[in-house]
């Protein structure tokens, strides 16, 4: 997999991968309740989010094809880290991982980062050493888990 800065070029690809698993967080499969959330993971929104000076948002690529996406808010928030269906349990999202905090390693700002993870995420995020550092959260039609990681 070959990782790189997303451009707007991205957008509707990164967008469809996203929604495609969106079953994964929220909490009813049709995505009622989500709508206000699930229309930011529209092409308008992730433009917004790769135009923002905020967000490191990368692509990760297997051939031509879009298999994960990595988005880092102030290089201390894991915004998003999807990979597709097809490319699950490869070790991409690993891979997608290790970017993520090489640009917060080498932003020295903090020693930890935080997530909100999906429930269905949640044993990789453990599995790469974040921790919960509170219980299941239920809002707007979603579910997450907030967690951190720290430095060490």
């Not at 390693?105 to 599995?127: C, G, K, R």
Request: aromatic fraction near 8%; hydrophobic fraction near 45%; proline fraction near 5%.
């Amino acid at each position: 997999m070959h990782i790189r800065k997303a451009t707007k070029d991205d957008v509707p690809a990164i967008s469809a991968l996203i929604l495609s698993l969106a079953h994964h967080f929220t909490l009813r499969p049709d995505g009622a309740g989500a709508e206000e959330f699930l229309l930011s993971l529209q092409p308008s929104g992730i433009e917004r989010h790769i135009d923002s000076d905020q967000m490191e948002y990368c692509v990760g690529m297997v051939g031509a094809q879009l298999a994960g996406v990595v988005a880092v808010r102030d290089r201390t928030h894991l915004f998003h880290l999807f990979v597709a269906e097809p490319f699950q349990r490869r070790g991409l999202a690993r891979a997608l991982w290790l970017h993520a905090k090489s640009l917060h390693e080498q932003a020295q700002i903090s020693d930890a980062m935080t997530v909100n993870s999906t429930p269905f995420a949640l044993p990789f995020y453990e599995h790469v050493g974040f921790r919960a550092t509170g219980p299941r959260v239920e809002t707007r039609g979603i579910a997450f888990i907030p967690m951190r990681w720290t430095l060490g």
